[in-house]
């Protein structure tokens, strides 16, 4: 009897204890640091094995880092061949399947090229250079290997500055500067040099340069015969000022010729050879000087002639292509109502869809991205995302499809996060269907009240889609309802709709948004009183454009934002796109439009709280565009205040914590204001 009290005691505190340990609490922001997704994945020729990149952060060093991992195709096996706080990734097969070259920092924090016998994990370092190589690409051979390395060049100067005395302490020399684009976001002002092609035995030793033009030169891949190598680049004199213009080249590495494959004005890029080595795959479009120009899928003899577009019926952007291994069609992936999808063409231009549900690259919002490979036995590695989860490994064969990670489950075991759901509505301006998703708080009771958030994307040429994203999901965990959409100008609807916003945006896209709000609010779930609005970058434009056409908002928040187009495209990062590709015209000749677009126009009339964020090194949209929006607040009497977050670039993720930082910065301000009743 005793031993039987005993045993229902046991019984008892284990399902306590299993009870405890189900409860789970929202997502909370420093739950970024435990979060940790899938890349490029690469898949054996043969199939039988995945390598990958598996990312992690750390909280005590505010560091992205990143490892490669092996699996076997069927999911088992899975095992770790690099380990460390380091950044190790691009991981690439030889033909034969037997070695693997990666890049890492592992050592002494200098980008290396290194080669590792994937049976043994046997490792050796190729490279030592000064600048890091490129994404590798390995001969028919596996004798050797050709990669894209930065080479600096001596900047001339007109400038004649007298010497400062030996052992003088003089502030450092001025710095000339006479190239059209002189500084990138991320990259900073930008050091003199190129981009040139190398290649270097699996021995090791010293790269040797193949290319040596005045201008960057894209991956190059291996001609099959292992003579040459082929590249996209714009090697036009006049490059700077046609920055979409390239083509496709041939290099001969026997007497370093470049010969020009492609000629037609736009850009041509990402070469595939077939596998016989008769045909070569690329992208690309005739450049039109339109916003949003869809790139169709191509293919033409190895000698450069018989160039047709296999994709003129898909009304989407082609990409990634990859050979059939019998090279009778092209795999490539595309973007289609928010979901990334892996298509096959034959050589015929008909077009059939293969795999759905690629995603997940994007921690921070739903920008729908994926990525896959494809072996020679037809089976394909891809990067599986969803609202559940970033992005996990996943493999296609035999038309089945298998999820093979799930690298955030111990995460998700004690947090609850909340629930996606697909919307689609008719914009009030012209009955456009306009598609979004509706994330709603963990433990959601329709029958109550939300506060809600509108959360609008840059671009704006880009696409969300069903897709775990940090920010939203911490929005919905402090108990907002959060709408993301994707207006007129986004990708995956075809030309026509995303071309809609063709110099003419801000403008129409404000009422698809607003049709989407009141879409959300007839589900009668919203308390009207605590309606919010935030976005970035494209998404920041169109918040600063919103509150100064309406005032139904209580509180916003603009980040890294273009408030006046003029200042943008002239202080921005690529002043010849902007201004040939979003305006058609430069500022001084067309004063009038630049001025309707800005949201600057628009100020005097904005009565709602508005806080301005933006990264102090942002080079796309410039700090002082939000400067210039928090001066002309201040100086009509709108409650506003202005966030900088110190060393960001444009993107807001060169650490952890600024993502941390954007996101809390935004809820403090929106929690402030629904508060205040």
Known sequence: MKTKWILVLAIGLSLGLNVQAQEKTNLELTDLFDLEYITDPQISPDGSQIAYVRNFKDIMTDRDYSNIWISNADGSQIRQLTQGNQRDYAPRWSNDGKKLVFLSNQ????????????????TQVLTNTSTPPGAVSWSPDDQQLAFTQFVPEAKKSLLQVPSKPEGANWNPGPIYIDEMRYRGDGAGYLKPGHR?????GIDGGTPRQRTFTSNNHGNPVWAKDGKSLFFSANLKENSEFEPANSEIYQLSLSSGEIKAFTSRFGPDSNPTISPDGKLIAFTGNDDTFQGYQVTHLYVMNIDGSGVKNLTADLDRDAGNPQWEANGKGIYFQYDEFGDTKIGHVNLSGKIRTVVEGLGGLDLGRPYNAGTFTVSSTNRFAYTQGGPE????????????TKRLTAVNDDLFSYRKIGKTEEIWWKSSFDGKKVQGWIVTPPDFDPGKKYPFILEIHGGPFAMYGPSFAYEIQAYAAAGYVVLYTNPRGSTGYGQEFGNAIHHDYPNHDYEDLMSGVDA??????????NLFVTGGSGGGVLTAWIVGKTDRFKAAVVAKPVINWTSFVLHADNPVFFTKYWFGAKPWEDIENYWRRSPLSLVGNVKT???LLTGEQDFRTPISESEQYYAALKLQGVESAMVRIPNASHGLVNRPSMLMSKSAAILSWFNHYRDLQ
């Open 196 to 200: 040139q092609i190398f290649t270097l």
């Open 520 to 529: 959300v609010i007839e589900k009668g779930y919203i308390d009207t009183d």
């Open 609 to 611: 709280p508005t806080m």
């Open 389 to 400: 989860h970033p992005a996990d490994l996943a493999i296609w064969a035999d038309g089945q």
């Open 107 to 122: 050592d002494d924090e200098k980008v290396k090229l290194y080669l590792m016998m994937v049976d043994s994990r046997e």
